[in-house]
């Protein structure tokens, strides 16, 4: 079932999604920062309907209400406007870290903030697993690998990155957040679980967040050109939201505290077939190479695989299709909604 329609099935039936029942003993008090975002929303939905009690805390740069308020009231559910850059007092057993913008145009538009979100936010979210025993899984990226000079990347390649250039607030402010887990993991004993993100699409992405998927589907529905920045022969692997969110409940819940990459498919190239044969109409239009922009990304993911057991089960095409009907309901909603 399309988690979207069946989220609005619940909408006009019920007044919440359904949810588990969880004896006490099972169900955890959850933190997830950034939690109103593209995966944030949707890992809620997730540990909702498995029964736990959830806390987003977002301060709204990139996300929104919009994406949680199905929960909104829900006794299990509190939403809490708040920046990571401040210190959180609250009482929890485990954190998924996730705030943080993620798009290039997004990390790039205030880069200093990008910078304390990754350090300031993440040493007090680590300072509050500290003090209140929770674990705390970090949301890190492939792009800690840079532009990789090594291929396929596994976990133990120490990246290329230029610290000094556009991209670095936000290559650089994860890299230190993964250095800061570790050293509260030594030093405190506080237990880390680092997942290595890949590129990730689905529904809530935001439209206009200039990512290749975003971009290229809302030409596509606008009859609007491909924007394909350099060559388009840069490649990049993907993954549809939902097998993210499971990879990640999987990790926080194992017994592996080393970074581990997450991601379904293998290598595409942006310039996609599959993409640019579903809009026939549209044409390219090619743009001057974005600075710093990784060439290859190879991913091996063999680890999460094989010591967490996570198959990623939704195909290139299904995902797709499904992100590309979520973004026609939003251009239907934007066009409805404008002169209100
Ligand atoms: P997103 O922009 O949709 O979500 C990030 C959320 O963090 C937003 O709701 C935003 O408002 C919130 N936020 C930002 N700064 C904050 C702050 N200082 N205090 C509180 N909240 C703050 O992005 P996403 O795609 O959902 O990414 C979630 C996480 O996953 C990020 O940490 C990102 O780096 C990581 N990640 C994502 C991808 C991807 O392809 N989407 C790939 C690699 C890593
Ligand atoms: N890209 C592109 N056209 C677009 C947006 C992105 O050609 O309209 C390219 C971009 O230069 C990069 C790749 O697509 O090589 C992935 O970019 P994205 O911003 O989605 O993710 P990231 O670079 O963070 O992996």
């Not at 990008?114 to 970090?138: E, F, P, Q, S």
Request: proline letters at 6%; one cysteine or more; aromatic letters at 10%.
């Amino acid at each position: 079932i399309d988690e979207v329609c069946f989220l609005s099935f619940y909408s006009f039936t019920q007044k919440y999604p359904p949810v588990k029942f969880l004896s006490e003993k099972d169900r955890k008090r959850i933190l997830i920062t950034g939690g109103a975002g593209f995966v944030g929303s949707h890992l809620t939905d997730k540990l909702m309907m498995d029964g736990h009690e959830v806390t987003v805390v977002d301060n709204f740069f990139t996300g929104r209400k919009r994406n949680v308020e199905h929960w909104i009231g829900h006794e299990n559910f509190e939403l809490i406007n708040h920046d990571v850059v401040e210190p959180l007092y609250i009482e929890v057993d485990q954190i998924y870290h996730l705030a943080s913008p993620a798009s290039p145009p997004n990390y790039m538009y205030n880069p200093i903030k990008t910078l304390k979100t990754n350090t300031i936010g993440t040493l007090n979210m680590l300072g509050l697993a500290k003090r209140v025993g929770a674990r705390l899984l970090l949301a890190s990226t492939s792009e800690v690998y840079g532009d990789p000079e090594m291929h396929p990347q596994n976990e133990d390649y120490w990246g290329h990155v230029n610290p000094i250039g556009p991209r670095a607030c936000y290559d650089e402010g994860k890299r230190v957040a993964e250095t800061m887990c570790y050293a509260y993991m030594k030093q405190e004993g506080v237990e880390v679980r680092v997942a290595r993100i890949f590129n990730t699409f689905g529904s809530r992405m935001h439209m206009n967040d200039g990512r290749v998927v975003s971009n290229f589907i809302l030409q596509a529905l606008q009859g609007e050109p491909l924007t394909v920045y350099g060559s388009g022969s840069q490649t990049r692997a993907f993954q549809y939201v939902s097998d993210l969110v499971n990879g990640l409940v999987s990790l926080m819940n194992s017994n592996i505290s080393s970074p581990v990459n997450l991601v379904s498919f293998l290598p595409e190239l942006i310039f996609t077939p599959l993409i640019v044969s579903s809009v026939s109409r549209s044409h390219i239009q090619f743009l001057p190479e974005a600075q710093d922009d990784p060439q290859r990304r190879r991913p091996d993911i063999r680890k999460a695989k094989m010591l967490l057991g996570w198959e990623p089960v939704v195909p290139l095409e299904e995902g797709l299709n499904k992100t590309i009907q979520y973004f026609s309901r939003e251009l239907e909603h934007q066009a409805n909604n404008q002169y209100i």
